[in-house]
């Protein structure tokens, strides 16, 4: 359910990395490195990881050579494993079911569908053997949130043969970036928090035993049946003496 929100967070931090400026000279190499090899996804337990994080990177980054030196700097991104309902005061989840007909579908089928609203807790973690590239990178990150046009981004989901694109906003873009001591003393970690929130559509459609419109493929979840729906009416006019 939350798959889509994470691929979309990727694609957004992947548009952060192309605007990257090399404003020092562990930049330069940064921003010509790639990004599969530049930001890496972390596990939940994000800066509490953080030191294992980099363990990890420093045995898995080695080209196919032999073992060298991690490259430098290098971004964390972390999706937390809870999950918070967004305030009443922000939006309201739409929990009863609401009749819909998608914009795309040829076949006018009547789904039905609810309304998540929830907080998603991420982590974008900044690591740097310099303390210039590591803020360089956090402040530029922050500007980026700033931005009007980066304030939301969109994740996909499908249903019925059909992407749609349901919005994810930034709370906060303001917080801070926030030291992190670890027991390494070349190493600059900085770490900033973001809270992403979310509206994920829950569709439905009936069973193929139960009633409906026949314009799907039975066993096709791909192409379901929609529910039944009133196309005509007729109204015969009579006297009553």
């Known amino acids: 359910m939350l798959e889509p929100v994470k ?18 000279i562990g930049l330069n190499e940064y921003v010509t ?20 994080m980099l363990s990890s990177w420093q045995r898995n980054d080695t080209d196919g050579a032999p073992t060298q030196p991690a490259k430098m ?20 989840q739409i929990s009863e079911q609401v009749e819909v007909i998608l914009p795309g579908d040829t076949k006018e089928r ?6 998540i609203s929830g907080d998603v807790r991420a982590q974008v973690v900044f690591c740097a053997f310099d303390e210039p590239t590591a803020r360089s990178l956090a402040a530029q990150f922050l500007l980026y949130l700033d931005n009007m046009e980066n304030r939301r981004f969109f994740s996909t989901y499908t249903f019925a043969g059909q992407n749609l694109t349901w919005p994810v906003q930034i709370e906060s873009p303001d917080n801070p970036a926030m030291s992190i001591q670890t027991d390494s003393k070349n190493l600059t970690i900085l770490a900033c928090d973001v809270t992403l929130r979310a509206s994920i559509p829950l569709f439905s ?6 009633p409906n419109d026949g314009k799907g493929t039975d066993g096709d979840p791909i192409d379901p049946h929609g529910y039944q729906v009133v196309v005509q009416v007729n109204y015969d006019k009579e006297d009553v003496l």
């Not at 490195?33 to 294992?52: C, F, H, Q, T, Y």
């Not at 009547?110 to 309304?115: G, K, L, P």
């Not at 459609?205 to 139960?210: E, Q, R």
């Open 33 to 52: 490195r790639g990004l599969a090899k530049s930001i890496v996804w972390a596990p939940s337990r994000m800066v509490d990881a953080v030191e294992e």
């Open 7 to 24: 691929v979309a967070f990727g694609e957004y931090m992947g548009a952060f990395y192309s605007g990257i400026a090399p404003t020092t």
């Open 73 to 92: 700097p290098i971004i964390f991104v972390a999706i937390a494993k809870d999950y918070t309902p967004s305030g009443r005061d922000y939006t309201r």
């Open 205 to 210: 459609a009936p069973a193929d035993s139960d």
């Open 110 to 115: 009547d789904f039905r569908v609810r309304v």
